[in-house]
């Protein structure tokens, strides 16, 4: 028999697990070192559950205090989520369907991604409907652009690509990420940051088709670590700039990695997240007293929001 996923809701939050819960599981706890991280990435300090709305949530920003402006895959809205209230508070049309995969919120202008590199600005005003304008970009489907961000040190959006990282007939080899100047509405057609993750004794999650386990045994896994084996999966999904420190964090959703870069672009922590907690991990940001904001595709179980409070 199949619950319906308002009965499911219903009893999770009878176990415990309602919105805004801790977790404590020590399955999902366990060995995941976090580095010099200043968060916890193991013990969420909250989890927001979202409804069908934002069943394939892609991105997520600062909006204002208690609220997080969310896109989703399909749809061109804007979502408003207030985690006090634990729900949605404003539904905002800007655009057609389409594959949007992140935001960015910069002095009440809304910033919408989409994957193929289109940028969409507009301000919500307390409307359902607003007009948007379409900022031009070189980039395309082949980049598949995942990941936005706003850097105030630069007053410039940042574009993150998890396709191909050169425009046009140029290669790229790594990750790019572009800059888009929005003093002078100009577009960068050089990267700037190139992330090439340099990750000494993080191995490979590489999952046996048939039994879903590591086919390294653990004297295996010992030899490439002494071997310093740095090969690893990063599929990139999003970005955010941390706002004291000025870190670029970016997360993949494929390969279940943070990777942490600092002001020069180079690599400083690089992080195995738990698959249990990040179930596919889309999207990433920062309040301004450097809470962390992590946002997941729940896959069957619908989306959700872990939030990490600086240690």
Known sequence: MILPRWLLFLLAAGLGLGPGCRFSSPDESADYPVGTLPYNLNQP???????????EISGLSYYQPHQLACVQDEEGKLFVYDTELKRIVQRVLFGKNGDYEDVAVVDGDV????????????????????????????????????????????????????????????KV??????????????????PVRVILPDCPGLLPEKQSKDKGKNQRSAAQRGAAQRKGDR????????????????????????????????RDGKVTECVRLNPRLFKQPEGICFAPNGDLFIASEGRDSGGYILGFSAR
């Open 111 to 170: 910033y919408a991604l989409r994957s193929d590199g289109a940028l969409f600005r507009f301000r919500p005003d307390g409307q359902r409907k607003a007009k948007a304008t379409e900022l031009n970009t070189p980039l395309s489907v082949r980049n598949d652009v995942e990941g936005l961000a706003y850097d105030p040190s630069a007053h410039r959006l940042l574009l993150l690509c998890k396709g191909d990282a050169g425009i046009g007939q140029e």
């Open 231 to 262: 090969k690893v999966d990063f599929q990139p999904s999003g970005l955010a700039i941390h706002p004291r420190s000025g870190q670029l964090y970016v997360i993949a959703s494929d390969g279940k990695l943070l990777v942490v870069l600092d």
């Open 45 to 55: 300090d909250q989890k927001y559950f979202l409804n069908d709305d934002l069943e």
């Open 173 to 190: 080899a790594g990750k790019a990420v572009y800059a888009y100047d929005l003093a002078s509405g100009v577009f960068d057609n050089s």
